[in-house]
């Protein structure tokens, strides 16, 4: 069985829905609004096996907060929750869990933390259509 999940997500309506879904599939999830919430809780001894964190905090960059609950809980498998980001913070969250893009689909993302196994790190990329798909233009470097 899956451990509890703590999630960081400052926006209330996406922190209810995860918070919602999770709970409804048996996944046992606390959730804060802040990093500063999250890490007074882990300090004053709480345990958790995996988080799911906003990239985009206000007070400090998801990224940041994961390199400092890792410090209390090194065996913490980590997910970021990542829109519009910083390359820098993006390309750190990279190195330390995975990445997943928003909007969040809530089933997959249950399906994720509810499976008793750990996840590699890596990107999860979500599915968009032909008509989202904005176009790359490919530039070779000399």
């Known amino acids: 069985m899956a451990g509890r999940v703590l999630l960081v997500e400052h926006d209330d309506s996406m922190r209810v829905s995860i918070v919602r ?49 890792l410090a209390w809980l090194p065996a913490l498998e980590v997910s970021f929750a990542a829109g519009g980001v910083d390359a820098a913070v993006l390309c750190r969250a990279h190195g330390l869990g995975t990445v997943l893009w ?16 750990r996840h590699q790190s890596g990107t999860q990329l979500r599915r968009v259509s032909s008509v989202e798909m904005p176009a790359v233009k490919m530039v070779k470097s000399r």
Not at 105 to 115: S, T
């Open 21 to 69: 879904a999770m709970r409804a599939r048996g996944i046992g999830v606390d959730a804060f609004t802040s990093a500063a919430e999250a890490l007074t809780a882990v300090k004053a001894g709480g345990t958790w096996t995996r988080a799911l964190i906003d990239l985009n905090l206000p007070e400090l960059d998801g990224a940041s907060l994961a390199e400092e609950l």
């Open 102 to 117: 928003k909007p969040l689909g809530l089933g997959p993302l249950c399906e994720r933390f509810g499976q008793g196994e």
